[in-house]
């Protein structure tokens, strides 16, 4: 499937601010899924970017702005082909959950077994993904049913929850919006032992309606490792397995690691910040 | 079709431009990498714009010299420090592609101020669908006729009044212009109203227009008339084509212009030059097209050898634009090198040279037969909410055996353009 | 829409109208020198067209300085030295129409051009010497189509009123003006001008209908300027002229709302409720005086109304029939 994306970030500043630094992390990654064909990155105020790989391989951009400035304007505009990622005609079923143990030592999957910035592994989250569980051994089946868990349980309502709001704030008050829904996800999966990361991309909604949720903005979801499948999405805003119609911009631990745009900057206290993302289909001879 | 001649000779004389029925055909794959190329190079150039006219980090971190910027013919000290309506200068751009031996694209030059032949481009394919509809629908060749619309939608994107529908016109020089066609035609395939200048007044920082029901306020004005001739008040006094006051609506946001004020510096051929290093520096990556090799004629060591091979390379007028002021070198006599290497020495801001690119050729119909035939390519640019190009482009082919020459004001020719879907 | 357009598709049919008038006139008048073989001189026969057609200084001028102006004829329908000439006329009809190509039909664009480049070619200028009726025919028949066109292939919007303004208010100058011609020597006109004037206005056997009695100068008068039906006559043009300011304004008729209305409305009472035996006491040429000087305010007004801004008109002189000084063109170069 071929996509085009265009995500513009706007800061905008009630006074001038200076000094700003800034990361962003939005270049669609190069993986079996997807290749990413072009993607240009510009900031307004016109500033130089310079690129560099993160821990998780993402690539990042970094720029300043030090002159003053009562907006900023990261604009990202990206090309990708997606393929097919899963057979859904054969799920991955299979990995149970004592196979899980192999997995600990693996250097690929250690840091998504770990505690993170947003992510806490406590006693109450543990037990509400035993719950969850129930009888099931499978991975596949586990994580499945953790992400029709959230996405049945969980009310979407915009406003009650902020960037910061961590893991088990979200699981204790089980709404939020897409980047919680996901932070839960990882929560509960690790909890269990399952390698599980966060990803942040977007998401192109190819039903007739757009009924579904995260596609005007970007979009976050989880992924557990699955052995001899190897990452398997799961997007518990919308309970979708993730598929051809999703496009990875970032892996981390959590949001903290894979932040679109982020930066500091000195004066004034005030941002209004307005995100717009669009996402095209391109078109295929009639 | 007809379009006007500019020179020494002919004045305001009317001529067909000569349409080849041979369709260039360029392969799904080719064209996304031209549109990623293109899409790449305007937001550089829209980069370096806002750049220049504030503060330009470019000149003081050493990427482009400050003299290059600031002495360009089109540089505009008004606009410093002006924020143009959504940040964009480069509205509609054209940038010329040619192929080298290796059939690689580069681009020759970029056309950021107005940009014209899309009215060719429009009705050759009109001509095309008429003349072979059974080939055109067996390749699966992709459409061109949304251009109005995305234009459309690209003006009323710039509109200070969102609140309500945008009042978008073309203003075109009038009658006498070589383009005047083409701006008519746009103007009618918007549904938009085509002005002159004296159909504009300006009054307390507001643009009108005259009707028959009175004055009727503009929010965007797609301008077919160089930044000189745009407000007698503050660029050329004895302009004729343009609205007093204007500048002074547009400085004051209450209209907007594409393209913007100021653009004529990014189309230079000295700038040009310089595009591929600003691609580096802004974006942060290579050059999807290159350009064509360049010396420029300020560089003491490139001066030396331009003079050394006039008779090798094609040299060009910076500011110049559809093929005039040209030195084609290799057909040149020596009394035209005697003069160009003049020029050269009293001017060397004022002219770069380019080795002679073997254009491709492409199967053109002459007389009762096929043969070969340079040809180039001006794809169309739209830079707006979104940037979108028109799959294909005017192929310009020139019409002379052997002639490298394309530009429709030096006897070229044109073809349809067919970008296929697979 | 923009008063330019307005201002174009006015001059547009304007300049077509007078085209056609002038062919009649001068068509009617070679046969008439014709018919009068060796009368005094051909220059008695003629002096009412650049009478009509208030040309007689440009005649003048233009003559001495080239002999093939002397000829009348030439001068009114071929001469590039007479700014009115048919000639010049249709070529700025062109111009006007280049301007609102896309307000115009394919077929009416077609037309003009077509009889533009019969008029500068060397076969008009042969067509002239050796087969001048088919000279006229053509471009009499050129402005009946010409108008046939506009009527029926565009739309009856706005830019319709205005050619129709332009229209009719030519029309009701020229015919006023060829009927002036016969107070031209101050004689009672013989039997042959007042037929040649009805020639001149296409309208000899409309006239006949209206006019069992015969042909007198008081009956051709009185049908030029009062016949209700004959769609030449002043009084039918200053209706129609009335109508279209009305259509445009969207103003209820009898009332106005612009000066060009309220003049028109009173040239038209002054029509309505006057008679030929008025006219003669006044005397037919001073009443077709004032009748032009009405025509030129009307004129005046509808520009000031629809096309130039109030705050701009006060360093505006403009003459009728002659082309707007607008502002220059200039050459851009193209990219």
């Given at each position: 499937m071929r996509l085009r994306i265009h995500h513009r970030t706007e800061y905008t500043y009630p006074q001038p601010v200076s000094e700003s630094a800034n990361e962003v992390r939005l270049k669609p990654r190069q993986n079996r899924w997807q290749d990413c064909d072009s993607c240009l990155i510009s900031v307004l105020p016109a500033a130089p970017l310079t690129p560099y790989l993160d821990l998780y391989q993402n690539q990042a951009h970094r720029f300043q702005v030090t002159e003053p400035h009562i907006r900023l304007v990261v604009d990202s505009r990206a090309r990708v082909t997606t393929k097919p990622r899963i057979d859904f005609e054969q799920l991955p079923y299979g990995m149970t959950i004592s196979d899980l143990k192999q997995l600990q030592e693996l250097e690929s999957c250690y840091p998504f077994l770990q505690p993170s910035h947003y992510i806490s592994l406590d006693r109450e989250i543990w037990r509400q993904a035993v719950d969850i569980q129930g009888?099931?051994?499978d991975v596949f089946q586990t994580a499945y049913a953790i992400m029709e868990h959230i996405f049945d349980v969980y009310d979407y309502r915009e406003g009650t929850t902020v960037v910061s709001t961590p893991a088990h704030e979200v699981i204790q008050q089980k709404t939020g919006v897409c980047q919680d829904f996901a932070h839960a996800m990882v929560a509960l999966c690790r909890s269990l032992r399952m390698p599980t990361r966060y990803v942040s991309g977007y998401f192109f909604d190819a039903t007739h309606d757009h009924h579904l949720r995260g596609s005007q903005a970007s979009h976050a979801w989880a992924e557990v490792y699955l052995k001899d499948v190897g990452w398997v999405g799961f997007d518990p805003t919308n309970r979708k397995v993730v598929d051809e119609t999703y496009i990875t911009l970032a892996i981390g631990r959590d949001y903290q690691d894979v932040a679109p745009v982020a930066g500091t900057f000195y004066g004034g206290s005030e941002t209004l910040l307005n995100v717009d993302v669009s996402i095209r289909r391109l078109e295929r001879a009639i | 079709m007809t379009f006007t001649v500019t020179g020494d000779t002919v004045h305001g004389t009317e001529r067909i431009f000569p349409f080849d029925l041979i369709p260039r055909v360029i392969p799904d794959a080719e064209w996304q990498k031209i549109e990623q190329g293109l899409s790449q190079r305007i937001i550089a150039l829209n980069l370096f714009l806002n750049d220049i006219y504030h503060g330009g980090k470019i000149i003081a971190d050493g990427i482009i010299p400050e003299d290059v910027v600031k002495s360009a013919a089109h540089y505009r000290p008004e606009m410093v420090g002006v924020d143009v309506p959504k940040d964009i200068y480069i509205h509609i751009c054209g940038s010329d592609l040619i192929r080298d031996g290796e059939g690689n694209y580069l681009v020759l030059e970029d056309n950021g101020r107005c940009p014209s032949g899309v009215s060719y481009l429009l009705e050759n394919r009109e001509a095309m669908k008429r003349a072979v509809p059974g080939m055109y629908r067996a390749l699966g060749v992709r459409p061109v006729d949304d251009y109005a619309d995305l234009l459309r939608k690209t003006l009323e994107f710039l509109s200070p009044r969102q609140a309500q529908s945008p009042v978008c016109v073309v203003l075109t020089p009038g009658l006498y212009n070589s383009a005047y066609f083409e701006h008519s035609f746009l103007a009618r395939q918007m549904g938009i109203e085509i002005v002159e200048g004296r159909d504009l007044v300006a009054i307390d920082g507001y643009v009108y227009m005259r009707t028959t029901r009175g004055l009727v306020q503009v929010d965007v004005i797609y301008r077919r008339i160089d930044d000189d001739f745009l407000d007698p008040q503050v660029?050329?006094?004895?302009?004729?084509l343009g609205v007093p006051g204007l500048m002074d609506a547009y400085l004051k946001g209450n209209v907007a212009l594409a393209n913007a004020v100021g653009t004529g510096v990014a189309d230079d051929k000295v700038t040009y030059a310089y595009v591929p290093d600003m691609i580096r520096y802004y974006l942060a990556q290579e050059p999807i097209i290159d350009n064509v090799p360049t010396y420029l004629g300020w560089r003491e060591g490139d001066r030396r050898y331009i003079l050394e091979h006039l008779e090798e390379l094609v040299v060009k007028a910076a500011n110049e634009s559809g093929g005039y002021g040209m030195l084609m070198g290799p057909s040149s006599t020596k009394e035209e090198r005697v003069v160009f290497a003049q020029r050269i020495e009293a001017e060397p801001r004022n002219y770069v040279a380019q080795p002679v690119v073997s254009l491709s050729r492409h199967p053109t119909i002459c007389g009762d037969h096929i043969e070969g035939r340079h040809v180039d390519l001006r794809p169309f640019v739209l830079y707006g909410e979104d940037i979108e190009i028109i799959p294909g482009g005017l192929t310009r082919v020139?019409?002379?055996?052997?002639?490298l020459v394309v530009n429709s004001s030096q006897g070229g020719g044109s073809k349809d353009t067919w970008v296929l879907y697979q | 829409m923009l008063s330019r357009v307005a201002d174009s598709l006015y001059w547009l049919s304007r300049y077509i109208e007078h085209a056609e008038n002038l062919a009649r006139l001068v068509e009617v008048t070679r046969r008439d020198s014709l018919a009068i073989r060796g009368a005094s001189s051909g220059e008695s026969i003629w002096r009412p067209i650049l009478f009509a057609s208030d040309l007689e200084d440009e005649y003048e001028n233009a003559a001495s300085d080239d002999e093939k102006n002397a000829d009348v004829g030439y001068f009114v329908t071929?001469?590039?030295?007479?700014?009115?000439s048919i000639r010049r006329c249709i070529a700025l009809a062109r111009e006007n129409a280049r301007v609102v190509r896309d307000q115009i039909s394919e077929e009416m664009w077609v037309e003009l051009n077509s009889i533009h480049l019969y008029l500068k070619s060397q076969a008009a200028e042969q067509d002239y010497l050796q087969d001048p009726d088919r000279l006229f025919r053509k471009i009499i028949r050129f402005s009946v189509v010409f108008q046939g066109l506009t009527a029926s292939t565009i739309l009856h919007d706005e830019g319709w009123q205005f050619s129709r303004l332009g229209q009719f208010i030519e029309r009701t100058d020229k015919t006023s003006r060829i009927l002036d011609t016969l107070t031209f020597?101050?004689?009672?006109?013989?039997r042959s001008e007042l037929l040649s004037v009805l020639r001149a206005c296409s309208s000899f056997a409309a006239f006949r209908k209206e006019y069992v009695d015969g042909v007198s100068f008081r009956n051709v008068a009185s049908f030029l300027l009062f016949s209700q039906a004959f769609p030449r006559s002043v009084r039918f043009c200053l209706r129609r002229l009335d109508e279209t300011l009305h259509a445009i304004s969207g103003v209820a008729p009898g009332a106005f709302s612009n000066e060009a209305e309220r003049l028109t409305g009173s040239a038209l009472a002054q029509i309505n409720f006057s008679s030929v035996d008025e006219v003669w006491s006044r005397g037919l040429h001073k009443s077709i005086d004032d009748l032009q000087v009405r025509l030129n305010n009307i004129g005046q007004q509808i520009y000031e109304t629809y096309v130039h801004l109030p705050f701009e008109i006060r360093n505006v002189t403009r003459t009728e029939?002659?082309?707007?000084?607008w502002r220059h063109q200039q050459q851009q170069q193209q990219q």
């Open positions: 009888q099931s051994t | 660029f050329r006094e004895d302009s004729m020139a019409l002379t055996k052997g002639s | 071929l001469s590039v030295d007479n700014p009115d020597t101050g004689d009672e006109p013989e029939g002659i082309p707007l000084d």
